[in-house]
């Protein structure tokens, strides 16, 4: 193999430090590009590099593609070999066992979740999880839903969502155009308008309850109804138990017939009967912001599993304190309903009661009352701190914890005073992806879950960390390691859903590689790069400085997906030949309009940004249903919020920056109903630079993964950036 120089460690004249020594005229143009504090030695072609854990790295990876003469290969070896991490597997202080909860708890745990309860209990409650939750219930389909243009069904309502959210045998979605519905404010019946349902399948009893005048409903045992006496769940109504109906004012029209004037206020109906039966198929329930009911048929009735048998389980865990996003906090509240039961002041379990929570809606100060469980979400948290304070909370939970990765944040500051209140005993964070880009975002959140466990902030970069040029605080490759046992040993609780879910095959990545158009490539080559150098001089400011790069990184990947078009075309109707269903995705419009064009065939299904919340489920409907065997999605568009599980192959055009977006595409097949193995083809256009991103997505892992689950990856995104824009100069003036 040609080498292009050489690389020797030396004591450096200038700087009196040991450093490393490169000479080659091209690799000292790659080093001026990536490595911002080296400088120049005797001349032109040789290039000074501090020796740093960071510039080691970034000297080994330019080493891939411009093999050097290594005149001090013992120093080389020892200082790289701790890049290489031993797989093995860590083992805790004590072995998980699968613990049983409390009987304030009501339904039962699978064994992992048990796992979980005992890894809470044996942290003193004071842990992170990195686990999934579930959802809820409610009425059947043929309900009947007061809405201002008149009753609705509730299964005609949800034909017109479109799914944000699916977890197993439940859906969340939301409404294309708001619908307002009649709903009970304590007062008096008024309209809300509501955007949100919700849609579970279910085989299990259910209750139908019967008024005196033939009026009915089928709902889930646990549906509650608005009695004298409050509300109560329909396994609790009994025959002459009284519930709330609608009394509405009527008016002859001018054709005389009688006409509906208005749903007004509310009368109290006597049931006459109530039938326990049994029912397979969707229930649905509606998310009505501040009133959480809604009319159905005529009649008023009412609207996660391992941290609540915690709760249940735990001694004195109450007051909660839940903070999450503002989507989940109804199914928190239903989930509370669903798993828990009350405890009376005495000690004794009321089994058919459930601990009183509420749903804190507003920013504006005011007293909140004494409640078991206080529900808010992120965004309100530092508005209503002054009143949370006084709530004497034992417990405070934070869902989707990852929202507190940074500790300069509003939120972050509301949390760290709560957790710190004397009252609070117990802190929980849930989330499956706690680290999103930089492994010292995991700082943060261990200091509020068990603080002091990872030093002070400036301790914790010390040991584990080296700052990059933009200031940011990132995690060693060599500290990863240690860093992800100290969390497993003392905080926390990491299973992926191959740990979970036995029945959901891997995944299997492959980079395949075919041809390209060459000229065609190194021709928008050439013009992006002088585009960027005119952009870098005439920008006033760094803003504009990295705009211009961002650009170019951009246009590079576009042009790389296009040099391969015709190949990844042929290699797409392979596939198609031999498997029933295929997803293809892609990153730019215009690679997705031409897939599309060239595959018209096949009359592919298309997910792409910009289309209506019901053409762009109608299309995934199609897929889904086996009405078309092709997907074509952008990649930014179609990659979460979507179940593409009727696939097993899916098939990358094109690659993009971040390892989250494919991961995220890829699990649109890898999910829950998925029976088969998936088969991940990552599309290499020879003689791009196609295969160095590859390298980053396929070979190697995420820094999450690095830290979490023992895997290893060399860089960030933005330097391996830098490195790729500074290869597209290096091929250009190589050529000429």
């Known amino acids: 193999m040609k080498e292009f120089g050489t690389l020797e460690y030396v004591l450096d004249t200038y700087s009196k430090n040991w450093t490393w020594k490169l000479t080659g005229s091209r690799a000292v143009s790659m080093v001026a590009r990536v490595i911002p504090h080296a400088w120049y030695g005797e001349g032109p072609e040789e290039a000074i590099v501090p020796d740093t854990e960071p510039n080691v790295q970034k000297i080994k990876w330019i080493m891939e593609t411009y093999p050097l003469e290594i005149k001090s290969k013992n120093i080389w070896q020892r200082k790289t070999r701790h890049m290489v991490i031993p797989k093995r597997k860590w083992t805790r202080i004590e072995k998980l066992r699968k613990a049983n909860p409390g009987e304030q708890f009501r339904g039962t745990l699978l064994n992992f979740q048990r796992e979980g309860l005992d890894f809470l209990l044996k942290s003193s409650g004071n842990a992170l999880l990195a686990d999934e939750m579930g959802l809820g219930k409610c009425v059947t389909g043929n309900t009947m839903i007061e809405t201002s243009d008149g009753p609705t069904s509730i299964e005609k309502i949800w034909s017109q969502s479109s799914i944000i959210e699916s977890h197993g045998n439940e859906e969340w979605a939301e409404i294309s155009i708001p619908i307002t519905v009649k709903t009970w404010n304590g007062k008096k019946i008024i309209s809300k308008k509501i955007n949100r349902i919700f849609r579970q399948n279910i085989s299990e009893s259910i209750t139908e309850v019967i008024t005196p005048d033939g009026t009915s409903i ?27 109906t609608v009394a509405k004012t009527w008016n002859h029209g001018r054709t005389g017939q009688i006409q509906q004037l208005a749903v007004e206020n509310i009368q109290w109906r006597t049931i006459e009967s109530t039938i326990t039966k049994e029912f397979t198929g969707y229930v649905y329930d509606l998310t009505v912001p501040g009133t959480h009911n809604y009319i159905a048929n005529g009649i008023i009735t009412h609207n996660t599993v391992q941290t609540l048998s915690y709760l249940a389980t735990e001694k004195q865990t109450f007051p909660v304190l839940i903070v999450a996003p503002l989507v989940t906090l109804s199914n928190w509240q239903r989930e509370i309903q669903k798993f828990l039961k009350r405890r009376s002041k005495n000690g004794r379990i009321v089994e058919k ?384």
């Open 218 to 244: 089928e709902c889930t045992r646990k549906h509650r109804f608005l009695t004298p006496h409050g509300w109560k769940a329909s396994f609790e109504l009994n025959t002459s138990d009284k519930i709330a």
């Open 353 to 736: 009661e459930y601990p009183s929570s509420v749903l804190i809606r507003t920013g504006k100060s005011h007293d909140i009352g004494k409640y078991d469980i206080y529900i808010i979400n992120y965004d309100l948290l530092y508005k209503r701190l002054d009143d949370l304070s006084k709530l004497n909370v034992k417990t405070l939970v934070c869902d989707e914890v990852q929202h507190l990765r940074s500790k300069s944040t509003k939120k972050y500051s509301a949390v760290k005073k709560l957790s710190a209140l004397e009252s609070v005993k117990y802190r929980i964070g849930l989330s499956g992806t706690p680290i999103y880009n930089r492994g010292s975002e995991i700082w943060p959140i261990v200091d509020i879950l068990r603080p002091g466990l990872l030093g002070s902030f400036e301790e914790f970069c010390e040991y584990f960390c080296y700052v990059n040029e933009k200031g940011k605080a990132i995690v060693l490759e060599n500290k990863r390691a240690s860093l992800g046992e100290e969390l497993r040993k003392h905080v926390m609780l990491r299973r992926k859903k191959s740990d979970v879910l036995k029945e959901l095959k891997e995944k299997v990545r492959y980079k395949e590689f075919i041809d390209s158009d060459i000229n065609y490539y190194h021709a928008e080559l050439d013009k992006i790069w002088k585009r960027l150098e005119e952009e870098q001089k005439t920008a006033t400011s760094a803003f504009d400085k990295f705009s211009s790069y961002k650009r170019a990184i951009q246009s590079e990947r576009q042009a790389a997906g296009a040099a391969k078009l015709p190949h990844v075309i042929e290699f797409v109707k392979n596939i198609m030949e031999i498997e029933e269903s295929v997803v293809v995705f892609c990153h730019h419009k215009a690679i997705h309009a031409f897939l599309h064009k060239s595959l018209h065939e096949y009359q592919p299904s298309f997910i792409i940004g910009g289309q209506s919340d019901k053409e762009r489920q109608d299309n995934i409907d199609r897929f889904q249903n086996g009405q078309t065997k092709l997907m074509i999605a952008g990649l930014r568009a179609g990659n979460v919020g979507i179940n593409l599980s009727r696939a097993r192959y899916v098939i990358f055009a094109e690659l993009d920056w971040s390892p989250a977006i494919h991961r995220q595409a890829e699990d649109r097949l890898h999910r829950i109903g998925q029976k088969n193995t998936v088969f991940a083809y990552y599309l290499i256009g020879n003689g791009t630079l196609d295969d160095h991103v590859a390298n980053v997505l396929v070979d190697k892992s995420y820094e999450i993964d690095a830290i979490m689950d023992e895997k290893e990856e060399a860089f960030e995104n933005k330097d391996k950036a830098e490195l790729i824009l500074a290869q597209i100069h290096d091929r250009l003036t190589a050529k000429h």
